[in-house]
Every structure is written in C-alpha cells, then in structure tokens.
C-alpha cells in the first residue's frame, strides 16, 4: 500500500470519528465492517445459488435525511423470489451473531419496520448463528420482547418459522447413515520403537467410496459426495499390520447451502474464510443446486435417507395466493412440518 492511500485511510477513520491512535482497537472495527458486508454477501450470493431468488439487491443507506427525524432505517437487501409461477418481494436484514440467539433493540427494528411500510414491502431477517454456519430467514413478528428496549429470537424459535425452504428453495438432506470414504492404509516397513508408540512406513493400499451397505461404488457424482462430507465423523480400526480410516456419515441432516458451503471451502486452509464475493458468482461451476437435488434424488436408498422442504409453522401473511413453496423441479418431496 502506498503512503498515499495510508493517509488517505486514516484520513477517512478520522473524519467518522474511528480513533487510529489504538491500532487494535481500528482494525476490530475494520473487520467488523468488513465481516457485516461479507455476510451480506454471502447470504445474497446463497439466496440466488437456491434458484428462487431470481434478484436480490444489496442496498445503501448514504442517504440524506433530517436527524430531527430520524425513523428510518435502510435494510440491507431488497430481494425478489418466484415459485409456482408468481413473485414474492421482500426486504431482508442480515445479522451475524456468536451464539443462538438472536437480540435486537426494538427502536432498531421499528425503524426498519417504518422503512419497509414507506416501500410497502415485507421485512424479514436472515440470520446466520456461527456455531451452524448456516442461514435462517424468518418474519420478525416471531421476536419475543424481553424488556421495553429489546426483543430476541432463539433458535428454536427461528428454525420452526424457517422460510428458507417456502421462499428460496434450500432444502434439507439426509445422507444416509454409514455411507462414505473408506482408506486402507497397510504397514510396509518395520516399526521404530518411539516414546510414543512406534512409527513406520506406510503406504493407502485402497481407496473408494462406499454406499451405507459399505459397498464400493463408482461413478458417484461429486455432489453426492460433498452431501455426505458435510455430515461425516471419522472412524478409525488398528491393526498390527495397519490401519483402516473412514469418514461415514453420521444420519445428522444437512441443507443445501450448507453441502455448498461444503463444496466451496473444500479446498481453503484451516480458519480461512470463504471470499464470497470473489465466488459468488461462479458458484454453478462449483456445484448447481438443481444437480444437488436430482443426484440425491438418484441415490436416495444407497446415500441417502431423507430430502424434504420445510414448511414453517407460521405461514407469513404476505406471501401470495397460492404460494404452496414446493418445487417445480424433479419428483414431489416430502414437506417437513
């Protein structure tokens, strides 16, 4: 970086109030910023990867307004979904936290709520807990008030008005139980005692992937593969003459975005972070939802248990006549309740 572009930067800090005397201090408000625009990345570049969403919109609150009058808030997405041949629009908020739950100060959210009425459109909250790593997007009417100030979501709460499925078209997998990669690795020269053990030298005698009956199976598509790995423990049986490790799927349930996610941080470093910005818009060459969704379909029995759409326990009264929110694509699936 040049020392002009530096000066600029600090010039800038500076004009918004940001102290750069505290250099930790500035880059935590750096990677904050930089962490909430990334997220709104990543949901939007998810939402149209789903296919329902044939628009989404990242907007900008650098407007004019009167502080005397300040009861607006701009959310940061304005979306457009179609399903069953009709158009469904929203204004999204997307939000990050740590743990499971979700607070938000009413004032906050009454601003956004007076944002949307301007735009007479509905809004709605994405979120992503990062202890899943994966979005949920629910009508804010849901939020429980936990004093005069604030109001909060659980997860629970959130996942049981999931609209993901209903609005955007992710669906739930259940990749089967057992079915994975199996390594035979065989010991091919003699131990060395060491003071934890012994070491040798070994040699991966055989590798395929197995179905849950653990037969070999060729020619499994990729995107299969990438559904099982986002469920897998790993297994591991010791012999004298070696061992064999396996990573199985555990029968836990997965989503598509989340065998995305898979697929696309497959080859990243340990605690590097998916640049989704820089992949958004090629995520088809890495993985299609669609061809997701019709593989599974294909080895549903051999690899798979379980495909269904979520229907939240709360219809949203916005969304149109006859929105029934299951797929036109493949095979009718089995709506979860």
Known sequence: MSTDAAHAIVRAAEQVGWDVSDIDKFTRQVQHVEYGLSAEVEFAAI????????????????????????????????????????????????????????????????????????????????WRPRVLGFWIL????????????????????????????????????????????RFEVTRIGEKEATPDGYQALFQISDAYLHDAAGVRTEHVPDSVVWAVLSTVHDHQEI???????????????????????????????????????????NLDA?????????????????FMSYIFYQQPQKLPAFLPHGWSGRPARGPATQPAT
């Open 47 to 126: 939402l149209r990867w789903l296919g329902w969403c044939t628009f989404v919109h990242r907007l900008s609150d650098d407007v004019l307004e009167d502080p005397a009058r300040n009861s607006w808030t701009v959310p940061d997405l304005f979306a457009v979904f179609q399903a069953d041949g009709k158009t469904c629009t929203a204004l999204v908020e997307v939000k990050t936290t740590k743990d499971a739950q979700l607070k938000i100060k009413t004032s906050y959210l009454q601003r956004l709520h007076s944002y949307a009425a301007l735009l007479k459109q509905p809004l709605l909250i994405a």
């Open 138 to 181: 629910f009508d804010p009417s849901i939020a429980r008030p936990i004093d005069e100030e604030s109001v909060v979501i659980d997860l629970e709460l959130a996942i049981i008005n999931d609209l993901m499925s209903i609005l955007a078209g992710d669906y739930y997998l259940v990749p089967k139980d057992g079915a994975g990669i």
């Open 239 to 281: 012999s004298d003459e070696g061992f064999v490790q396996s990573f199985l799927a555990s029968g836990g349930m997965t989503r598509a975005q989340v065998v995305l996610r898979t697929a696309v941080g497959y080859s990243l470093k340990e605690e590097e972070r998916i640049h989704w910005k820089a992949v958004g818009n």
């Open 286 to 302: 890495i993985l299609k939802c669609d061809d997701l969704l019709c593989d599974a379909k294909a080895h549903f029995g051999s």
